[in-house]
């Protein structure tokens, strides 16, 4: 549907956006916008035009999952790009309404579930290409979830987006660093997870925000190498064999696990 939509259509399209509100994505629903107000402008389009050229233009052949896929925007883009399969996943059955709707009324073939990040090893399958933007810092176990990605439903791509704060400055990290090394945690440079027990922005459902070095480093310790910082918060990766895994099996006393 477009500006072309039959008023009648328009005014039964106006009814079911008012109806399923408060939208965060703001989409052209047959002329019906759904966020004209939102906070950040345009979005995520505005956000989308920055890194939209660093994925591939044509998706066909490719299966797409979008985890915490709010009202459909970016499953809908991807499903433009001729994906075979996009499947979107949210635990928020109020967004999920909302991308129903959106599909519907753009045509879009999605298939949309109610699930959390945390149990993505129920869709029981790998996908060609995993978009996973906006929901790390709205976790209380943020490098789990990256593990569980990499371990139930990753296979190639990974688009990753996280609101940053702290310094975007990234310094090499050492491979071990001395006890008495204190100042290394002080520095700029140096990976930092900000933990926010009460709200930030409003939101209760905030809980960690990583600066850069840190988003960069839960990449690589996840099993996802860096291909590209398509934008500012937006980064493509590639699967890898990861080091550890979601039960850290690993990670143990220093003088004995694999990191040591
Ligand atoms: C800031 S929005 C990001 C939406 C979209 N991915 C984007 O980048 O515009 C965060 C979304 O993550 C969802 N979410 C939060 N916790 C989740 C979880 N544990 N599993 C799946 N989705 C989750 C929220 O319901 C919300 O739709």
Same mark, same amino acid.
């Given at each position: +549907?477009?500006?072309?939509?039959?008023?009648?259509?328009?005014?039964?399209?106006?009814?079911?956006?008012?109806?399923?509100?408060?939208?965060?994505?703001? +989409?052209?629903?047959?002329?019906?916008?759904?966020?004209? !107000?939102?906070?950040?402008?345009?979005?995520?389009? &505005?956000?989308?035009?920055?890194?939209?050229?660093?994925?591939?233009?044509?998706?066909?052949?490719?299966? &797409?999952?979008?985890?915490?896929?709010? /009202?459909?925007?970016?499953?809908? @883009?991807?499903?433009?790009?001729?994906?075979?399969?996009?499947?979107?996943?949210?635990?928020?059955?109020?967004?999920?309404?909302? *991308?129903?709707?959106?599909? !519907?009324?753009?045509? /879009?073939?999605? @298939?949309?579930?109610?699930?959390?990040?945390?149990?993505?090893?129920?869709?029981? %399958?790998?996908?060609?290409?995993?978009?996973? +933007?906006?929901?790390?810092?709205?976790?209380?176990?943020?490098?789990? *979830?990256?593990?569980?990605?990499?371990?139930?439903? *990753?296979?190639?791509?990974?688009?990753?987006?996280?609101?940053?704060?702290?310094?975007? $400055?990234? %310094?090499?990290? *050492? %491979?071990?660093?001395?006890?008495?090394?204190?100042? /290394?945690?002080?520095?700029?440079?140096?990976?930092?997870?900000?933990?926010? !027990?009460?709200?930030?922005?409003?939101?209760?459902?905030?809980?960690?925000?990583?600066?850069?070095?840190? &988003?960069?480093? +839960?990449?690589?310790?996840?099993?996802?190498?860096?291909?590209?910082?398509? $934008?500012? $918060?937006?980064?493509?990766?590639?699967?890898?064999?990861?080091?550890?895994?979601?039960?850290?099996?690993?990670?143990?006393?220093?003088?004995?696990? /694999?990191?040591?």
């Amino acid at each position: +549907m477009t500006d072309e939509t039959p008023i009648s259509d328009q005014e039964r399209i106006r009814r079911r956006v008012h109806e399923l509100g408060p939208w965060f994505h703001n +989409m052209n629903l047959g002329g019906i916008w759904t966020a004209p !107000e939102h906070f950040l402008g345009d979005y995520p389009n &505005v956000k989308w035009q920055r890194f939209a050229t660093a994925l591939p233009a044509d998706l066909s052949g490719r299966t &797409v999952l979008d985890i915490g896929c709010n /009202a459909g925007f970016y499953a809908i @883009e991807m499903k433009r790009r001729g994906a075979d399969r996009v499947v979107a996943i949210d635990s928020d059955p109020d967004y999920l309404a909302q *991308a129903r709707f959106a599909a !519907e009324v753009q045509r /879009a073939e999605i @298939e949309l579930r109610q699930l959390s990040v945390y149990d993505v090893a129920k869709l029981g %399958e790998r996908f060609d290409l995993v978009l996973f +933007m906006g929901v790390l810092y709205h976790l209380r176990h943020p490098l789990l *979830a990256l593990d569980l990605i990499h371990e139930h439903v *990753a296979k190639d791509l990974l688009v990753f987006q996280s609101m940053q704060r702290g310094s975007a $400055e990234v %310094e090499p990290l *050492a %491979e071990d660093y001395p006890f008495v090394d204190v100042q /290394a945690f002080d520095r700029p440079g140096y990976p930092k997870l900000h933990f926010i !027990e009460h709200r930030y922005s409003g939101d209760p459902t905030n809980w960690w925000v990583p600066n850069r070095a840190c &988003v960069e480093a +839960m990449l690589r310790s996840a099993g996802f190498d860096i291909l590209q910082q398509a $934008e500012e $918060e937006v980064f493509l990766c590639r699967w890898r064999e990861a080091a550890f895994g979601p039960d850290g099996a690993h990670a143990v006393y220093p003088t004995r696990g /694999a990191k040591a």
